[in-house]
Protein backbone atom coordinates (compact mmCIF):
# COMPACT_ATOMS: atom_id res chain seq x y z
CA UNK A 1 0.00 0.00 0.00
CA UNK A 2 1.26 3.53 -0.53
CA UNK A 3 2.28 5.70 2.20
CA UNK A 4 -0.54 7.79 1.34
CA UNK A 5 -3.14 5.37 1.12
CA UNK A 6 -1.89 3.94 4.52
CA UNK A 7 -2.45 7.34 5.80
CA UNK A 8 -6.26 7.47 4.42
CA UNK A 9 -6.63 4.03 5.98
CA UNK A 10 -5.14 5.39 9.31
CA UNK A 11 -7.47 9.00 9.29
CA UNK A 12 -10.46 6.94 8.27
CA UNK A 13 -10.22 4.84 11.25
CA UNK A 14 -9.40 7.76 13.61
CA UNK A 15 -12.30 9.48 12.93
CA UNK A 16 -15.00 7.41 14.59
CA UNK A 17 -12.54 6.55 17.04
CA UNK A 18 -12.76 9.97 18.05
CA UNK A 19 -16.23 10.74 17.85
CA UNK A 20 -16.54 7.63 20.07
CA UNK A 21 -14.35 9.14 22.61
CA UNK A 22 -16.32 12.32 22.50
CA UNK A 23 -20.09 10.70 23.18
CA UNK A 24 -18.22 8.62 25.79
CA UNK A 25 -17.02 11.82 27.80
CA UNK A 26 -20.33 13.56 27.29
CA UNK A 27 -22.26 10.44 29.23
CA UNK A 28 -20.20 10.72 31.83
CA UNK A 29 -21.69 13.76 32.53
CA UNK A 30 -25.02 12.02 33.37
CA UNK A 31 -24.01 9.46 35.69
CA UNK A 32 -25.92 6.17 35.92
CA UNK A 33 -27.65 7.61 32.66
CA UNK A 34 -29.32 10.06 35.02
CA UNK A 35 -29.08 14.47 34.72
CA UNK A 36 -27.31 15.50 38.41
CA UNK A 37 -28.64 18.05 40.51
CA UNK A 38 -25.18 19.44 41.27
CA UNK A 39 -22.19 19.36 38.78
CA UNK A 40 -19.94 19.29 42.07
CA UNK A 41 -21.08 15.77 42.25
CA UNK A 42 -19.47 14.60 39.33
CA UNK A 43 -16.09 12.70 39.36
CA UNK A 44 -12.60 15.79 38.92
CA UNK A 45 -11.47 13.61 35.76
CA UNK A 46 -15.25 14.30 34.26
CA UNK A 47 -14.07 18.01 33.64
CA UNK A 48 -10.73 16.89 32.64
CA UNK A 49 -12.72 16.42 28.83
CA UNK A 50 -9.88 13.78 28.05
CA UNK A 51 -12.63 12.43 25.40
CA UNK A 52 -13.77 15.43 24.50
CA UNK A 53 -10.46 17.20 24.24
CA UNK A 54 -7.85 14.52 23.97
CA UNK A 55 -9.42 11.24 22.07
CA UNK A 56 -11.81 14.42 20.20
CA UNK A 57 -10.64 17.58 19.01
CA UNK A 58 -7.00 17.14 18.96
CA UNK A 59 -7.62 14.11 17.04
CA UNK A 60 -9.77 14.82 14.25
CA UNK A 61 -7.22 17.41 13.06
CA UNK A 62 -4.37 15.07 12.75
CA UNK A 63 -6.99 12.41 10.80
CA UNK A 64 -8.42 14.83 8.33
CA UNK A 65 -4.57 15.44 7.30
CA UNK A 66 -4.07 11.92 7.01
CA UNK A 67 -7.27 11.70 5.00
CA UNK A 68 -6.25 14.25 2.50
CA UNK A 69 -3.04 12.94 2.17
CA UNK A 70 -3.81 10.14 -0.35
CA UNK A 71 -5.20 13.41 -2.51
CA UNK A 72 -2.34 15.57 -1.77
CA UNK A 73 -0.89 17.48 -4.95
CA UNK A 74 2.48 16.25 -5.51
CA UNK A 75 3.51 18.49 -8.58
CA UNK A 76 6.60 19.15 -6.67
CA UNK A 77 8.97 21.81 -5.78
CA UNK A 78 12.58 23.20 -6.90
CA UNK A 79 12.32 20.91 -9.36
CA UNK A 80 11.95 18.22 -7.91
CA UNK A 81 8.24 16.15 -8.74
CA UNK A 82 8.12 14.25 -5.23
CA UNK A 83 8.83 16.93 -3.17
CA UNK A 84 5.67 18.18 -2.57
CA UNK A 85 4.72 14.74 -1.45
CA UNK A 86 7.27 14.17 0.67
CA UNK A 87 6.43 17.79 2.36
CA UNK A 88 3.02 16.57 3.01
CA UNK A 89 4.22 13.41 4.36
CA UNK A 90 6.58 14.75 6.92
CA UNK A 91 4.15 17.18 7.87
CA UNK A 92 1.73 14.54 8.78
CA UNK A 93 4.01 12.89 10.96
CA UNK A 94 3.74 16.19 13.02
CA UNK A 95 0.23 16.06 13.72
CA UNK A 96 0.42 12.37 14.35
CA UNK A 97 2.91 13.34 17.44
CA UNK A 98 0.03 16.27 17.97
CA UNK A 99 -2.86 12.88 17.88
CA UNK A 100 -0.64 10.74 19.94
CA UNK A 101 0.09 13.43 22.98
CA UNK A 102 -4.12 13.83 23.13
CA UNK A 103 -4.73 10.55 22.77
CA UNK A 104 -1.94 9.87 25.65
CA UNK A 105 -3.60 12.62 27.71
CA UNK A 106 -6.95 10.55 27.43
CA UNK A 107 -5.50 7.59 28.32
CA UNK A 108 -3.83 8.77 31.35
CA UNK A 109 -6.98 10.27 32.95
CA UNK A 110 -9.09 7.52 32.05
CA UNK A 111 -6.50 5.20 33.93
CA UNK A 112 -6.61 7.70 37.21
CA UNK A 113 -10.16 7.48 37.50
CA UNK A 114 -10.81 4.18 37.18
CA UNK A 115 -8.17 3.39 39.44
CA UNK A 116 -9.90 6.24 41.96
CA UNK A 117 -13.76 5.35 41.33
CA UNK A 118 -16.50 7.93 41.13
CA UNK A 119 -17.51 10.58 43.07
CA UNK A 120 -20.67 9.61 44.70
CA UNK A 121 -22.73 9.39 48.01
CA UNK A 122 -21.31 7.62 50.85
CA UNK A 123 -22.99 6.17 53.56
CA UNK A 124 -21.80 9.11 55.83
CA UNK A 125 -24.19 11.17 53.79
CA UNK A 126 -20.75 13.05 52.45
CA UNK A 127 -19.92 12.89 48.30
CA UNK A 128 -16.39 11.60 48.07
CA UNK A 129 -14.23 8.67 46.58
CA UNK A 130 -15.03 5.62 48.69
CA UNK A 131 -12.58 3.39 46.76
CA UNK A 132 -8.78 2.94 46.62
CA UNK A 133 -5.87 2.26 44.44
CA UNK A 134 -8.99 0.34 42.67
CA UNK A 135 -9.48 -1.67 45.15
CA UNK A 136 -13.12 -1.70 43.67
CA UNK A 137 -11.91 -3.67 40.52
CA UNK A 138 -11.52 -7.02 42.05
CA UNK A 139 -14.54 -6.76 44.32
CA UNK A 140 -17.89 -5.84 43.55
CA UNK A 141 -19.44 -6.09 46.72
CA UNK A 142 -17.53 -2.21 47.41
CA UNK A 143 -19.66 -1.07 44.93
CA UNK A 144 -22.36 -0.71 47.17
CA UNK A 145 -20.68 1.81 48.87
CA UNK A 146 -21.82 4.04 46.18
CA UNK A 147 -25.01 5.27 47.95
CA UNK A 148 -26.17 7.50 44.76
CA UNK A 149 -26.06 7.90 42.06
CA UNK A 150 -27.40 4.52 40.80
CA UNK A 151 -25.16 2.31 39.21
CA UNK A 152 -22.82 5.16 38.52
CA UNK A 153 -20.12 2.99 39.20
CA UNK A 154 -20.68 0.56 36.07
CA UNK A 155 -21.18 3.20 34.16
CA UNK A 156 -18.41 5.10 35.15
CA UNK A 157 -16.03 1.98 34.74
CA UNK A 158 -17.51 1.16 31.60
CA UNK A 159 -17.36 4.46 29.73
CA UNK A 160 -13.47 5.29 30.82
CA UNK A 161 -12.49 1.92 29.87
CA UNK A 162 -13.99 2.59 26.48
CA UNK A 163 -11.83 5.65 26.71
CA UNK A 164 -9.00 3.88 27.69
CA UNK A 165 -9.38 1.82 24.93
CA UNK A 166 -9.79 4.28 22.21
CA UNK A 167 -6.98 5.84 23.67
CA UNK A 168 -4.83 3.09 23.27
CA UNK A 169 -6.20 2.56 19.85
CA UNK A 170 -5.28 5.85 18.59
CA UNK A 171 -1.88 6.57 20.05
CA UNK A 172 -1.11 2.74 18.36
CA UNK A 173 -2.56 4.37 14.84
CA UNK A 174 -0.61 7.96 15.28
CA UNK A 175 2.52 5.08 16.11
CA UNK A 176 2.39 3.52 12.94
CA UNK A 177 1.36 7.38 10.75
CA UNK A 178 4.88 8.40 12.51
CA UNK A 179 6.64 5.38 11.18
CA UNK A 180 4.31 5.50 7.67
CA UNK A 181 5.14 9.32 7.63
CA UNK A 182 8.90 8.83 7.79
CA UNK A 183 9.06 6.24 5.02
CA UNK A 184 7.06 8.38 2.81
CA UNK A 185 9.79 11.70 3.61
CA UNK A 186 12.38 9.48 2.86
CA UNK A 187 10.98 7.42 -0.37
CA UNK A 188 7.95 8.94 -1.39
CA UNK A 189 4.50 7.62 -2.32
CA UNK A 190 4.47 4.85 -4.79
CA UNK A 191 3.02 7.16 -7.00
CA UNK A 192 2.39 10.70 -7.95
CA UNK A 193 -1.24 11.95 -7.81
CA UNK A 194 -1.43 12.26 -12.07
CA UNK A 195 -1.12 16.07 -12.22
CA UNK A 196 2.33 16.33 -13.61
CA UNK A 197 1.25 13.89 -15.77
CA UNK A 198 2.72 10.88 -14.41
CA UNK A 199 1.59 7.78 -12.85
CA UNK A 200 5.23 6.52 -12.12
CA UNK A 201 7.14 6.37 -8.94
CA UNK A 202 8.28 8.96 -7.59
Known sequence: MCTGGCAKCLGSTLIPLALFGILANILLFFPG??????????SEEVWFFGGIL????LMIFPALVFLGLRNNDCCG????ESC??????????IFAVIGFLGAGYSFVISAISINRGPKCLM????WGYPFHDGDYLNDEALWSKCLKPEDVVPWNLTLFSILLVVGAIQMLLCV???VNGLLGTLCG???CCGCCGGDGPV
Request: proline share 0%; with cysteine.
Open 54 to 57: GSGV
Open 77 to 80: CCGN
Open 84 to 93: GKRFAMFTST
Open 176 to 178: IQV
Open 189 to 191: DCQ
Open 123 to 126: DNST
Open 33 to 42: GRVIDNNDHL
